[in-house]
């Protein structure tokens, strides 16, 4: 029985390489051929500028005034410890960023919420739907030319407040050290909370009906059916959408740029448009690159402990 199994098996022919129709190369030749593009783009837009920068950041080089880069190993970063506004970018970025995600998380799952119940008529609520989206659709440079005006001391916002009695004078928010930093949050989750408030309704709708109908057969309330149905489904979600949100604020730069230029008295000044002012404005370019690695290393870092905690929420 022995000898026969083993004639058995000689004698099943071996499976042929998988081969292109023509049968010049095999098949996953052609796949690999299909996403070189996107390969080379990735090196070429992403991890030659990346590695650049990293070199860059161990380098003495000021561009136009001087072509020639010294090395000069951690002194740039050596230089940050004692660099005043670079913890005064820090403190201003850590605020904006942890305001910003708290404020798109809670702003954006009310909105999910309230268009995920019953409307008396589903035209109103995509009416309701496509304002809510609208400021979206703006690019951050616009967004923050209209607000410039809004916020001005002479702008609407002010002319209401004062003739409603909330404010006894006009405050030029943008221009008092106490209100600027608050108002580039104020605009930024505006701005930015459409994301959010999509993501979570897109989790909302996943969610299967009969699992509140089980919970209200059982006497559960609408505060009981959200905290242990909604919230333990939604985490996974919820964790994804801070994550990449958090990624996305901690490098602002562009309305810095457009609404205060990190005045006034650098109260809004952040480590992305420090990072701009030091490479691109003093063209010093090794001591701009060090800052952004510091950057990457604090996102990081933030991120790996954030993920870390996130896993144990989701999966026990």
């Given at each position: ?273 420090y990072t701009w002012l030091v490479g691109f ?36």
């Amino acid at each position: 029985m022995t000898e026969q199994y083993r004639t058995d098996i000689q004698d099943t022919p071996r499976p042929r390489r998988h081969l292109s129709p023509k049968g010049k190369w095999p098949r996953q030749a052609t796949g690999y051929l299909m996403i070189a593009p996107a390969i080379i783009f990735l090196l070429l837009v992403i991890i030659y500028p990346l590695f650049e920068v990293f070199r860059l950041s161990f380098f003495e080089f000021t561009g136009l005034r001087d072509q020639t880069a010294t090395f000069v190993g951690l002194k740039n970063f050596v230089s940050l410890m004692d660099d005043r506004i670079y913890w005064i970018s820090m403190k201003n970025t850590l605020i904006f960023v942890i305001a910003t995600v708290i404020l798109h998380a809670l702003i954006g799952l009310v909105f999910a919420l309230a268009l995920h119940q019953r409307w008396p008529s589903n035209r109103l609520r995509d009416l309701v739907r496509g304002l809510l989206i609208l400021p979206w659709l703006f690019s951050m440079a616009a967004a923050g030319l209209v607000w410039a005006l809004l916020l001005n001391a002479l702008g609407p916002i002010n002319y209401l407040l004062v003739a409603s009695g909330i404010l006894e004078r006009a405050i030029d928010f943008l221009g008092d050290r106490d209100t600027a930093l608050w108002a580039l949050i104020a605009v930024n989750v505006w701005k930015s909370y459409p994301f959010y408030m999509i993501m979570l309704l897109g989790g909302l709708q996943t969610i299967p009906p009969d699992l509140y109908a089980a919970a209200k057969v059982d006497g559960a309330d609408r505060w009981q059916r959200f905290a242990f149905i909604t919230l333990p489904l939604m985490r996974s979600i919820l964790v994804a959408t801070t994550a990449i949100d958090f990624i996305t604020t901690f490098g602002v730069f562009d309305l810095v740029r457009t609404l205060t230029n990190g005045g006034p008295a650098r109260s809004t000044i952040t480590l992305g448009y420090y990072t701009w002012l030091v490479g691109f404005r003093d063209v010093d370019f090794g001591y701009g690159a060090a800052i952004s690695v510091s950057m990457l290393i604090i996102m990081s870092v933030a991120m790996w402990f954030y993920l870390r905690l996130g896993r144990e929420m989701i999966y026990g």
